[in-house]
């Protein structure tokens, strides 16, 4: 649905013609001596914010396309062209962001927002704040000799997180030797390939530090030793991220500093909902002393475990995945694997048709795809849905890629194809008249179970979960309606944008939700209500422990890139574990090969954060009646349609009636 993309080449015929274009409307705000002088009517204003918006959905209606395409296309003819037209459009972007006479116009409007903001919507003033945020950010604001230091530093930084990110995916795995009588029977089939018999030590196994297969080690090997060696071969595979992480955290400060902030933390935190450290240390703790009665009491009970299965009773980081495992499956006389009949690939389809329908009034419409629209060949089916609502008529298109091949994207996610936004926001702005609406596009792209010989798909629970979060995202952005396209949808901050998504794996989590689509697939028997509880109680044993883990990481993301004390990032990893309580095992640095510190560097906590959010949205407006139209209404109309033209403490409170709370969330961990 890309106009004017048929073959690989057109994608950098349309990154030219979208650069062309972006340079056309630049000249209109700049060159205009009405417009760029030192005084803006409002009509002007307002023409300056959606010419810009109109820049910025030029360039990403291409870098996004071209991300997805790289990311999910069989052909490496298009994958290549996609990359050269995203690096083409990306080398553009940074022009822009450093174009000063762009800068001079926005602030213009800027200024009219702080002196009479009452002309302007909710939706304009934070399009002019974030805007100018993303400017400042690479020190357009500052003097020309600075700025060229601002740019070095920008380019030395995107080199080191290149370069980590490319150490945890690229380098070759490391390779030690196991017993193979301890290890081969639990590797699944796909894995086996990774492991090889050691010809010089009969009777063991070269394995890889691949994490399925240690992450699989560690879960079901009933030797100590076994399970050691395998988390600390793993936990020590990427040495050279160790001085990569610590040159990062250096030049990510001294660019803050630059910058007029006191820490990176503090600059990243500017545009978020968190707003600084205090804030964000402040729900951090309130969550630690909510949590640490139940954190003590499942570590007893792991050590109580091991102490009668090995004599001793101190656990170390390597038993942990081990006996959370045999407790729950001892307790709860419960495998996963008996859930997996009940969650055909068809069914949750209907399962997310049943929540569209009976929440929103939307139904989703499966349509044919043109030729030579679709990205795979006839044996990787994707499938093309378009949601239309019962009034409002269609808003928006969906595709699915649900299946791994050769070449494909690994992981889930979510992809903002092209984002939906007011296309003549200028032309009314100047002459009046009606908004005409461009309609998002989005891919849900997983890695699921492949169909079997005869067709069937049948999910595990995790699975089913993890397509349901994604569907979350994808609503948040096909539901959106915001004249800019800049803050549609998942264009939200960052530490709010995991809401939807998380709400979503909720309502997947209720029985009453579950009952309405989860049937075996051979006698259409709806899922039980012993085997809905036998999953909860499942669930809830050793939250505190996951949730204790995941403030460890918020902590120590926060530390990383807090100011600099010169103490190395492994110990302070290690003295974390200590404050904490969590075991860790001397010399290891998991964090090595922690990528968020790239992607999500001091903002690690907004899963937590969001998990509270959700937890509260649920409790508040569905736990009652989780298909009640009335408040799935309330929601799609306080929060999704917004996507980010909106202050999500705003929304949030809007919805609630208040501020959220951490004891919504934590009352649900039983």
Known sequence: ??????????????????????RSIRSSIVDDENISGSTLSSQQQLQVLYKLDEISNEVCSVIDAAEFCRCVHVDKGWRDSASQAFAMVGEYITELNTDGGLYHCLDQVSLAVQTSGESFTEEQKRMTQLLKAEFERDGIHLPEEVRAEVALKHQHISQLESLFTYNITSH???????????????????????????????????????????????????????????????????????????????????????????????RYLQDKMMENRTRV???????????????????????????????????????????????????????????????????????MQILCRRLFGIDMHEIPMDDGESWCNENHNVRKVQLVHESEGPLGTIYLDLHPREGKYSHS?????????????????????????????????????????????????????????????????????????????TRAAVDFVETPSQLMELFVRDARVLKTFARH????????????????????????????????????????????SGESTISIFAGLHQKMGIPYAEGTFWHSKFGHVVTYGAGYYSYLLDQVFAADIWKTCFASDPLNRAEGNRYRQEVLIHGGAKDPNAMLRKLLGRDPSVESYTSMLG
């Not at 399925?212 to 560690?218: C, R, W, Y």
């Not at 595979?237 to 990510?252: F, G, K, M």
């Open 413 to 489: 996610a979510h992809f903002a194809i092209r984002c939906g936004c007011a296309t003549n926001g200028a032309e009314c702005a100047e002459n009046g008249g009606a908004l005409k609406y461009q309609y998002p596009i989005v891919g849900l792209v997983c890695n699921l179970s492949s169909p079997t010989e005869n067709g069937m798909v049948l999910l595990s629970h995790s699975e089913m979960e993890t397509l349901f979060h994604e569907f979350g995202h994808a609503l948040h952005s096909l539901l959106s309606r915001t004249s800019f396209q800049h803050l549609s949808g």
């Open 1 to 22: 649905q890309i106009p004017g993309l048929h073959q690989p080449s057109d994608f950098i015929t349309i990154a030219q013609h979208a650069i062309r274009r972006c």
């Open 521 to 564: 697939f051979q006698t259409g028997e709806p899922i039980s209500d012993e085997l809905i509880s036998k999953l909860a109680g499942s669930r809830k044993l050793f939250q505190y422990v996951d949730i204790q883990t995941q403030l460890l990481y918020a902590y120590l993301d926060q530390g990383l890139f807090s100011t600099p």
């Open 281 to 351: 240390n402040q729900f951090l703790k309130q969550m630690s002393s909510s949590i640490k009665d139940g954190f003590r009491k499942e570590m007893n009970l792991l050590s109580e475990a091991k102490r009668k299965c090995e004599g001793e009773s101190e656990i170390k980081p390597w038993d942990i995945p081990y006996y959370t495992h045999k407790l729950k499956s001892e307790r709860h006389e419960f495998q996963s694997s008996e859930l997996t009949p009940y969650f055909p690939i068809s069914q949750c389809f209907d399962g």
């Open 172 to 266: 070759k795995k490391k390779l030690f030797s196991l017993p193979e009588k301890d290890i081969v029977g639990m590797i699944p089939r796909y894995l086996l390939q990774q492991i090889s018999q050691d010809d010089n030590l009969p009777g063991m196994a070269t394995v890889s530090s691949d994490d399925a297969i240690v992450n699989t080690i560690l879960r079901y090997s009933s030797s100590p030793c076994t399970r050691k060696e395998a988390y600390v071969q793993s936990n020590t595979s990427c040495p050279e991220n160790i001085d990569v992480l610590q040159a990062l955290i250096y030049h990510r400060h001294e660019l803050s500093l630059i910058l007029g902030f006191e820490n990176y933390a503090e």
